[in-house]
């Protein structure tokens, strides 16, 4: 079956880096995305990524290894308002399909 | 503002109710989705929509029943729902390409039906 792990809570203080891994498992794999989720609201789309690497868009940036079947997303000089649930999607099925995993809940304290 | 947008955003039914959740998305997106989340557990794909047509159903109960009359508009009809059915959900859309084109497959999700079966 497809399986999506990552860490259901990670804590760091402000201006901290942060690293939030994930691991799947999956067929027919095109690419792992990375979400944000704020309490009460929309889950939002943070990256992207199709090929082995490191991507990066301002404080936030996101690996993936394809052979080893994992990523991460690193988050820098973090602030209060990254204070969210961050989920880790792996896109799959001929492109239609997105299976997210668990969350990771992240408390950035002062 | 996702350009996606749900409605009721709060709904309690009872189980022998009959009720539907509606999304709407402004961004011109060929594909829509139904996810179900519920707490600490990962999102759950429910229905996909691509150009009107239904290309997925995850093995979900038929007391949930999917509609998709137009490209902008997608709909949950529910019935004789469990209390286990209670969650959040969530509407999402994207845009799919042609065979050969690739990307991101973002998806832009509303804010969420908040359903509770009582």
């Known amino acids: 079956g497809q399986s999506l792990e990552q860490p259901s809570e990670v804590t760091a203080v402000e201006g901290a880096i942060v690293q939030i891994n994930c691991t799947y498992q999956?067929?027919?794999?095109?690419?792992l995305s990375w979400y944000q989720q704020h309490d009460g609201g929309a889950p939002t789309f943070l990256s992207y990524n199709a090929l082995d690497g490191l991507e990066e868009t301002g404080r936030f940036s996101s690996f993936l290894s394809r052979s080893d079947s994992y990523g991460y997303l690193l988050l820098q000089e973090l602030q209060m308002k990254d204070s969210a649930s961050y989920f880790c999607a792996v896109r799959w099925g001929g492109g239609f399909k997105t299976i997210f995993g668990a969350g990771t809940r992240l408390f950035v304290k002062a | 503002e996702t350009g996606v947008t749900q409605t009721p955003r709060h709904l309690v039914m009872g189980m022998t109710n009959k009720k539907s959740l509606k999304c709407e998305q402004h961004?011109?997106?060929?594909?829509m989705y139904w996810y179900k989340q519920s707490a600490k557990k990962p999102l759950e794909l429910m229905f996909v929509y691509s150009l009107e047509e239904r290309v997925e159903n995850n093995s979900v109960p038929s007391r949930f029943s999917p509609e998709c009359p137009n490209s902008s508009h997608l709909f949950l009809h529910l019935h004789t729902l469990q209390p286990e059915d209670s969650a959040l959900y969530l509407c999402?859309?994207?845009?799919?390409?042609?065979?050969?084109?690739?990307?991101?497959?973002?998806?832009?999700f509303g804010e969420g039906s908040r359903l509770t079966v009582l």
């Open positions: 999956t067929s027919g794999f095109y690419g």
């Open positions: 999402a859309s994207s845009q799919t390409l042609e065979t050969g084109q690739t990307n991101t497959g973002e998806l832009f």
């Open positions: 961004l011109g997106h060929n594909a």
